[in-house]
Nanobody
Framework: QVQLVESGGGLVQPGGSLRLSCAASRITFRLYTMAWYRQAPGKQRELVASITGGGSTNYADSVKGRFTISRDNAKNTVYLQMNTLKPEDTAVYYC??????????WGQGTQVTVSS
């Protein structure tokens, strides 16, 4: 059974930083595009950042210049470094692994709260 296990969420003050991790198991990790999504209360889930197996990245406009996605294929892990956090970044953050429509998996989510 495929597992994506997120960690690193928590409470941080505005302007602070957090690093999320997502460890994948039972997939050929290097073949998958990995992504972070987030969902704030009352809002739709949105793409935050993605990274292909070859390392090409894509970011939502709202996080460009503040967030960095990276991956370690040897550790089957994807990271999201979040800097200069804002209250509007508060959401549940989800890890996604995508290869095909039949091979698309989600983690359980980790809460990020930005508040003073």
């Amino acid at each position: 059974q495929v597992q994506l296990v997120e960690s690193g969420g928590g409470l941080v003050q505005p302007g602070g930083s957090l690093r999320l991790s997502c460890a994948a198991s039972r997939i050929t990790f290097r073949l998958y595009t990995m992504a972070w999504y987030r969902q704030a209360p009352g809002k739709q889930r949105e793409l935050v950042a993605s990274i292909t197996g070859g390392g090409s990245t894509n970011y939502a406009d709202s996080v460009k210049g503040r967030f960095t996605i990276s991956r370690d294929n040897a550790k089957n892990t994807v990271y999201l470094q979040m800097n200069t956090l804002k209250p509007e970044d508060t959401a549940v953050y989800y890890c996604n692994a995508h290869f095909t429509s039949a091979n698309d998996y989600w983690g359980q989510g980790t809460q990020v709260t930005v508040s003073s």
